[in-house]
């Protein structure tokens, strides 16, 4: 290999990324098989090798995400999930006064839907929902939970978070106490509620203020079990503060039972359990007792741990066994939730055995400058059902290390307002059949691919899943897998266990030659 001033190569290469990001080019078509539109003089190559096949997780972890499920998700293609949550509860203020005498009036739970308020010419508001899928009532079994949530794990000398797994349903059902309440037919309406408040002003007088509550699970539970487990433990050793109350205590479990999609998703640290009461002031037999009402606050701020029961399609799972890791797929499952992804090779092999795949290694050589790199993914319409609502955003990530590629940090529409429109420069969205060739995303991968050439970055294999949200750059842990390749870091994008939506991709061996997987490359070679 020829050795060159490395300086003015390093100049271009950057500016031609400046020029890139700087601008967003429009999707045409060059030639009768490939995407793309290139303002710059550039040759296009579309015959690198690009392999790919679906892997399986069989569970991932489900404490620490900024979404929680509950409910049920019958996929058309992957088939019926349900989606069961155990949540730790905290005192908002621990060791809280009762004083004397308490008569409790109401227990509330409230768990808030996403939603938006919106106000009419009339000055009038309504909510619209989001995130509530699904129209067949389903069943809410509320559970006092004895399983105790850990924050550290043991097993690492209590130095590292403890993670809790998205198959541990059966386990967490094993340690359900009372059954606190049930909530039957159950359906998310846009329903609000008016929320009172009382307090005393200077002068010790009540006033009384009251808000509007944005719809939301809100119920009333059962007093006694309210009365007995917290009003009745004044000034005892579990209420003192949240480490001993979280013991007494452990949390509570959410069960679903249904025949159809009824899925709800929420941010569980924004619920609340208010415990309303009146006490007296003044001790037993005082002349005219003053009565105060009170309430006490439990928060579901601290862990909480989405379930999973799948009911997997036969033929998929039958497929995900025995996928060709070698040679890659005709058909590529990608899902989130306990997910399944797409793992991507590009290259090929390594046939001269220097470490590096042959035809990375001749590009090298030729010392290609990338003006821009794709992978395009297009949807399998014959393998999907009609009017499948098919997800709007995939993710890509470096599976063997567990992170996001350079082109994700280098996007200069990260910054959106919408998070569906963020990312759209590395994570194109789903482009919906605009030139009769079928749906298609376009996953750009110019920086990692120009990392791969002049910085001899190793070529990672790649990892293509959904995604609830893209801007959501963390991961969680894969607990294992139905493949016997365990040689990378077992993680995934948190924002693809927090989606319920699964596609079917055309893969690298795909009997329509127009919609195999391509990695597209439009460069300049500067020797």
Avoid at 80 to 93: D, G, Y
Wanted: include cysteine; glycine fraction near 6%; charged fraction near 25%.
């Amino acid at each position: 290999m020829k050795i060159k001033n490395a300086l003015p190569k390093l100049l271009v290469v950057l500016l031609a990324i400046v020029l890139m990001a700087s601008c967003e080019e429009e999707i045409g078509t060059i030639g009768s098989e490939v995407i793309g539109d290139q303002d710059v003089n550039a040759t296009l190559d579309i015959t690198s090798t690009v392999q790919s096949y679906s892997k399986e997780f069989q569970a991932v972890q489900t404490n620490g995400l900024q979404i929680n499920q509950l409910g049920i998700y019958n996929d058309p293609i992957y088939g019926m999930s349900k989606v069961n949550l155990l949540a730790q509860v905290a005192l908002e203020t621990p060791n809280p006064t009762v004083n004397f005498l308490p008569r409790l009036d109401s227990v509330v739970l409230y768990i808030p839907y996403f939603s938006e308020e919106i106000t009419d010419e009339l000055d009038e508001s309504s909510y619209v929902l989001d995130s509530v899928y699904g129209t067949t009532p389903m069943d809410i079994s509320i559970f006092e939970s004895n399983y105790f949530l850990r924050d550290f794990d043991p097993n690492s000398g209590f130095e590292d978070i403890q993670s809790y797994f998205s198959n541990q349903n059966d386990l967490f059902e094993s340690f359900k106490g009372e059954l606190i309440y049930s909530i039957t037919d159950f359906l998310p309406s846009t329903d609000t509620y008016t929320e009172t408040t009382f307090e005393q002003d200077d002068a010790g007088d009540n006033t009384s203020e009251s808000t509007i509550v944005a719809p939301g699970i809100r119920v009333k539970l059962p007093e006694a079990f309210f009365r007995d487990k917290i009003l009745n433990m004044e000034g005892t050793p579990e209420l003192l503060n949240n480490n001993n109350f979280r013991e007494y205590f452990r949390g509570i479990f959410f069960e679903v039972n249904g025949t159809d999609t009824n899925l709800l998703k929420f941010d569980m640290t924004a619920a609340t359990l208010d415990i309303y009461f009146t006490s007296q002031f003044d001790r037993p037999g005082a002349r005219n007792p003053t009565r105060e009402e009170k309430k006490i606050t439990l928060l579901f701020d601290a862990i909480n741990v989405n379930v999973f029961k799948n009911e997997l399609n036969g033929q998929i799972q039958s497929e995900l066994l025995s996928q060709d890791q070698q040679n890659g797929e005709d058909k590529l499952y990608v899902r989130g939730g306990e997910g399944i992804t797409a793992v991507v090779s590009l290259f090929g092999e390594d046939n001269d055995g220097n470490g590096v795949a042959d035809e990375l290694d001749e590009i090298r050589q030729n010392n290609w400058l990338i003006n821009e790199a794709n992978l395009i993914f297009y949807v399998d319409k014959e393998a999907i059902t009609d009017g499948y609502k098919e997800p709007e955003r995939l993710t890509l990530y470096d599976i063997e290390n567990g992170r996001l590629l350079t082109d994700y940090n280098l996007d200069t529409t990260s910054g959106e307002s919408e998070q569906v429109d963020a990312y759209t420069t590395h994570l194109g969205r789903l482009v919906r059949d605009s030139d009769g060739k079928g749906d298609y995303y376009k996953l750009r991968i110019t920086n990692h691919l120009s990392s791969l050439i002049h910085q001899d970055s190793t070529n990672v294999k790649l990892g293509v899943i959904v995604s609830q949200n893209v801007a959501v750059p963390n991961f969680q842990e894969v607990l294992n897998t139905n493949s016997s390749n365990r040689n990378y870091t077992e993680q995934v994008p948190s924002s693809s266990v927090m989606s319920h939506q699964g596609t079917i991709l055309h893969g690298n061996t795909s009997s329509d030659l127009t919609k195999r997987l391509k990695l597209q490359i439009y460069y300049t070679d500067s020797n």
